[in-house]
């Protein structure tokens, strides 16, 4: 039967057991909040905050909207918004994915993106950005999803009463991520009234406070983490811990291995808070020696991060795969020409071809190969100066040979560090290349990455 409008379409998403990890003599539980009309979990917090507002009478259709969010929330409220006839602006920090902006803008929602380097309390920080933009907008309300009692009202009307009636109630654990603190907060009310001996499981990204506020009361300084939606440098206020009985500190990398792995044994594209939640989860079913039946959430969908966790050079440049160390100059190339990972040309393609390769790579410069030699580097000033004089249409079937620089300046994988710290300082790319081999390029950025590293080690 069809459903009268896509707002109808939030919630009820369904339930699916998971075989791929380690859980012992225990059972993990999915719940695919990722199959909401607007990708995650997030769309039941959007319509409920919304819909309470209308009916408190503090908004109305035509007025501004205005929130603090990682995103995910902000597309649920983008969903609501549109549908009733709101117009809405979202700060959000800058260490958000490009799709789940580019997701936001192209629904016509004003984008305030502000700093991720700051606390609680900064004139930049996200929230307090948002109250001020509020304050200074007429006929705007501020959402404010982290005091907002219709957020976890959300899960307790709906998340909650969904795992119970689905799994029969049957359910032992529930691992959750704090980030506004609603969905700990919704479900922990509903299953202290239907099954009050629930145990929740926090899966808490490293570098935020909340695994060591659960474990011993304190509150440290807060680190930094590429997970996107959860984790806190504060306590929210919303975030109710008492049936929190495990949790887990989970880092990065082992976040978004989990997200890789789910995706390739169970063919579910999940989102980087998912790696958290689940491999949270996971740690928990190991610990067990009786059976439990434990249930998580594929809280959005991986679609929102391919240029991230699904992006093998955006894992490396961030230090998030772990690589054979050679010892030499190849280890601070990103993308080996071995590999087949290099975007190259040759000499007898031409002007077009190459720059539709740099055009679709995103690549200003590329080497020229005879073979596994290289022969040249061709870069955007090199089919600019042939563009602009000659007829560009001609100029771009032009052979790359008669427009390449061929004088070029290598370095074999063993020579030392200085080599390329000199060869950057005179504006040259490092070309890492032998008498019988090309082996790629060392840009700035790569070695800005190596230095990076080296620090965090």
Not at 314 to 331: A, E, F, M, Y
Not at 351 to 360: C, D, G, I, V
């Amino acid at each position: 039967m069809p459903f009268d409008d896509s707002l109808d379409l939030i919630g009820n998403t369904p339930i699916v057991e998971v075989k791929c990890f380690d859980t012992g003599v225990s059972r993990l539980f999915l719940k695919l909040e990722n199959q909401n009309p607007g990708g995650s979990i997030k769309d039941r917090v959007g319509l409920s905050m919304i819909e309470v507002a209308e009916r408190q009478g503090k908004i109305k259709p035509g007025d501004t909207l205005i929130e603090a969010t990682a995103g995910n929330t902000g597309l649920g409220l983008a969903l609501t918004a549109a549908k009733k006839g709101y117009k809405l602006l979202l700060v959000i920090p800058d260490k958000m994915s490009r799709e789940k902006i580019r997701h936001l803008k192209a629904m016509g929602v004003a984008i305030v993106m502000t700093r991720s380097d700051v606390e609680k309390g900064h004139p930049e920080y996200y929230q307090d950005l948002a109250k001020t933009i509020a304050a200074k907008t007429p006929n705007s309300y501020y959402i404010d999803q982290f005091n907002n009692p219709a957020n976890p009202l959300a899960h307790e009307l709906s998340t909650g009463p969904e795992i119970w009636q689905q799994m029969n109630h049957q359910v032992d654990a529930i691992a959750v991520g704090v980030g506004s603190g609603g969905t700990l907060g919704g479900l922990t009310q509903f299953f202290k009234r239907a099954h009050s001996k629930l145990e929740i499981v926090l899966g808490d990204p490293e570098g935020s406070i909340l695994t060591n506020y659960v474990k011993d009361g304190s509150i440290g300084k807060a680190g930094s983490w590429f997970v996107e939606g959860i984790g806190e440098d504060f306590v929210p206020a919303m975030a109710d811990f008492s049936l929190v009985k495990a949790a887990y500190s989970i880092t990065d990398e082992e976040s978004f291995n989990t997200c890789r792995t789910l995706l390739l044994h169970e063919g579910i594209l999940a989102g980087s808070s998912s790696g958290t939640l689940i491999a949270a989860a996971v740690r928990y079913a190991q610990a067990q020696k009786e059976p439990k039946r434990i249930v998580t959430f594929v809280c959005d969908s991986g679609n929102k991060y391919l240029s991230k966790i699904y992006d093998d050079r955006w894992l490396i440049d961030h230090g998030l795969v772990k690589t054979i160390s050679l010892g030499d100059l190849r280890d601070l190339i990103a993308w080996k020409h071995e590999e087949h990972a290099t975007v190259t040309v040759e000499p007898n393609d031409t002007l077009l071809t190459a720059y539709s390769r740099m055009k679709l790579y995103d690549v200003s410069q590329v080497p020229v190969l005879d073979g596994n030699r290289i022969v040249g580097i061709l870069d955007e000033s090199d089919i600019l100066l042939a563009a602009t004089s000659a007829n560009p249409e001609k100029a771009f079937q032009s052979l790359v040979s008669a427009y390449m620089t061929a004088d070029l300046e290598t370095l074999p994988p063993s020579a030392p560090l200085e080599s390329v710290i000199s060869t950057l300082k005179k504006g040259l790319v490092v070309i890492v290349s032998d008498a019988e081999k090309f082996y790629g390029l060392i840009t700035r950025i790569d070695f800005l990455n190596h230095l990076r590293r080296k620090t965090e080690v």
